[in-house]
């Protein structure tokens, strides 16, 4: 009962796993063990709920001793974003690479 924090990273789901692996060609086996994310709601321009979006590869933040507390995370840390965008309700997604 309320002992455990819920964490910030998650894994790769959804539309944004389909976008990843069709649009941007990345291999299914390194997208599920290298891949996280962080995400915050919002909107778009025209007022659509979106899921935000920032992917990393979990093991290069711990490596440097990085702890993922949330989206604002990577504002500090910004080159180890690899693709930022949305989710929208509908599941599909817009991902852009940040960094390789």
């Known amino acids: 009962m309320g002992l455990f924090k819920k964490s910030a990273?998650?894994?790769i789901h959804d539309g944004a796993w389909g976008h990843l692996v069709s649009?941007?060609?990345?291999?299914?086996?390194?997208?599920s063990n290298e891949f996280r994310c962080v995400e915050r709601p919002g909107t778009?321009?025209?007022?659509l709920p979106v899921t935000f979006m920032?992917?990393?590869?979990?093991?290069d933040v711990?490596?440097?001793g990085i702890v993922v507390t949330g989206w604002e995370t990577f504002d500090q840390y910004p080159e180890f974003v690899i693709f930022?965008?949305?989710?929208?309700?509908?599941?599909q997604a817009m991902?852009?690479?940040k960094h390789s």
């Open 23 to 31: 649009k941007h060609r990345i291999d299914v086996d390194t997208l």
């Open 95 to 97: 991902l852009e690479r």
């Open 62 to 64: 711990e490596a440097k």
């Open 84 to 91: 930022e965008g949305y989710l929208t309700p509908s599941n």
């Open 9 to 11: 990273v998650k894994r």
């Open 44 to 47: 778009l321009n025209g007022g």
């Open 54 to 59: 920032r992917v990393f590869r979990h093991k």
